[in-house]
C-alpha cells in the first residue's frame, strides 16, 4: 500500500500483551493477577477516587477542554522532583513524550543506540520517525560491558542514546556517576534516560540536568503511583530543552481528571512509598521461594517492580506461560531480541499475590514430577 510512510511499511510493530482483564465483567477482574505491563498492582491512593468524585461534581466541566498550564501540577511535580519548574513539564504519558522527543531531537536517517534489550516500544516510535536504530546489548548473562558499550557509541555516533535505567525487562541499573561520566565523554550526544521505575530503584539522574544540556530524564505516574489508566508522563530536563519541547507540544492533550488524580496522588506520596516497600520486600521473598520450587530457572531480581526469568527452553517457558493463563495470571513473554527468547518478565505485586503466583508454579512443577 503506497498511503503509509515509507518507514512504516516493513515496521515491527510493538507486540502487546493479553488485555483479558478488559474484557470481562468487572466484577470478574479481582479475579485475574495481571502481571504483565508493570503496572501497580492495587489501586492508587484513597485520595485519587476523593478528588475525582468532588471533580464530577462540578457544573459546566465535561464541555471544556483541559487546563493547558496547570501550575498546581508543575508545582507538585516541582516539589516531588525536587527541581524548579522551569526544568519540567507534563505529557499524556511518557510514550508521548517519548514521541516528542524523537520529532524534536532526531532528524529521518539519524542513528539511534538502545542499550538493549531494553523497552521495545521505543524502538518503534524511533523507527516510525525515520531513524536509523542500532542496539548494544548486555552478554548473554545480562552483564554489562561498559569498554563495548562506549565502543559502539563511537563507532556509531548516534544523535541519541537510550537507557531505560533501571532497564526494563532486565533490571539493570546505571550509577548516577557512570551516566554523568557518559554525558562528559560524549558531549554531542544527547542521552534519554528513562526512569519509568525509579521510585523503586530509589536511584536517579534528575540533578545532572541542572548542569547538562545532552541529558533527558523521563518519568511516569503508571507504575509506584498506580495511575497506568490516567497516562500522565513527565520530562525532566534542561530550561532550555523544555522548551524546545514545548514548541510542538500539545499543551491540551492530558485531560482534567488525569491532572487531578496526578495532583491527589502526588500529595499522598507516604502511600506509594508504603506500596514500593512491599513490592521490594516480597520480591525477595518470592524469588527465594521459585529457587526452592524450582533451581533451574535462572532469575534476574533488578531494580524495579519486576524480575526477568529464564528457564532451561523455550518449550518450558511457553509452558509456564499457558499453566500461568490458565490459572489467571498474565506475565510478559519477551521477544525483542534473542538472548531473552528463554525468558519472561512477572511484575512483582504484594506478598499474598505472589504467594498466589507461588502456588500456581509450584502446582505446575509438581505435575511434571
Known amino acids: 500500500m503506497k498511503f503509509p510512510n515509507k518507514y512504516l511499511r516493513n515496521l515491527k510493530p510493538y507486540k502487546l500483551a493479553s488485555h483479558k482483564i478488559w474484557t470481562v465483567p468487572s466484577s470478574e477482574r479481582e479475579n485475574i493477577l495481571k502481571l504483565d505491563w508493570n503496572e501497580s498492582t ?9 478528588r475525582l468524585m468532588a471533580l464530577m461534581d462540578e457544573p459546566g466541566f465535561f464541555n471544556l477542554y483541559p487546563a493547558t498550564v496547570n501550575n498546581d501540577l508543575l508545582d507538585a511535580l516541582s516539589r516531588y522532583a525536587e527541581l524548579p519548574v522551569e ?21 529521518v536517517g539519524d542513528p539511534v543506540l538502545i542499550l538493549g534489550p531494553s523497552y521495545d516500544n521505543f524502538r518503534l516510535t524511533c523507527q516510525a520517525n525515520g531513524a536509523d536504530v542500532h542496539f548494544s546489548n548486555y552478554n548473554d548473562n545480562f552483564e554489562f560491558n561498559q569498554d563495548k558499550f562506549e565502543n559502539d557509541i563511537l563507532s556509531i555516533e548516534p544523535a541519541m542514546v537510550y537507557i531505560c535505567n533501571p532497564n526494563n525487562p532486565t533490571g539493570n541499573l546505571h550509577s548516577r556517576e557512570y551516566i554523568e561520566r557518559l554525558l562528559n565523554n560524549f558531549p554531542d550526544t544527547l542521552f534519554l534516560i528513562d526512569e519509568a521505575y525509579y521510585e523503586f530503584s530509589g536511584k536517579t539522574v534528575k540533578d545532572l540536568v541542572l548542569s547538562y544540556d545532552n ?3 523521563s518519568r ?45 496522588a502526588l500529595e499522598d506520596a507516604d502511600y506509594m512509598w508504603n506500596y514500593v516497600r512491599q513490592v521490594r520486600e516480597s520480591k525477595t521473598w518470592f524469588l527465594a521461594e521459585l529457587k526452592m520450587v524450582c533451581p533451574s530457572i535462572e532469575t534476574y531480581a533488578g531494580y524495579g517492580n519486576f524480575s526477568m526469568l529464564r528457564f532451561p527452553s523455550v518449550e518450558e517457558k511457553n509452558s509456564m506461560v499457558d499453566w500461568l493463563s490458565e490459572n489467571n495470571i498474565f506475565v510478559r513473554v519477551l521477544s525483542q531480541d534473542a538472548s531473552v527468547e528463554c525468558c ?5 505485586g504484594t506478598k499474598p499475590q505472589m504467594e498466589r503466583v507461588l502456588a500456581v508454579m509450584k502446582d505446575f512443577y509438581d505435575g511434571r514430577k
Do not use: W
Open 87 to 107: 526544568n519540567i513539564q507534563y505529557f499524556s504519558s511518557s510514550d508521548a513524550l517519548h514521541e516528542y522527543i524523537c520529532k524534536v531531537f532526531v532528524s
Open 215 to 217: 541529558v533527558l530524564v
Open 344 to 348: 519472561l518478565r512477572i511484575t512483582i
Open 42 to 50: 492495587i489501586p492508587p491512593s484513597p485520595h485519587v477516587r476523593e
Open 220 to 264: 511516569t505516574m503508571s507504575k509506584a503511583f498506580g495511575l497506568a489508566n490516567f497516562r500522565v508522563g513527565y520530562l525532566l530536563a534542561s530550561k532550555d530543552n523544555v522548551q524546545f519541547i514545548n514548541k510542538i507540544r500539545n499543551p491540551k492533550s492530558l485531560s482534567t481528571f488525569a491532572q487531578q488524580a496526578t495532583l491527589a
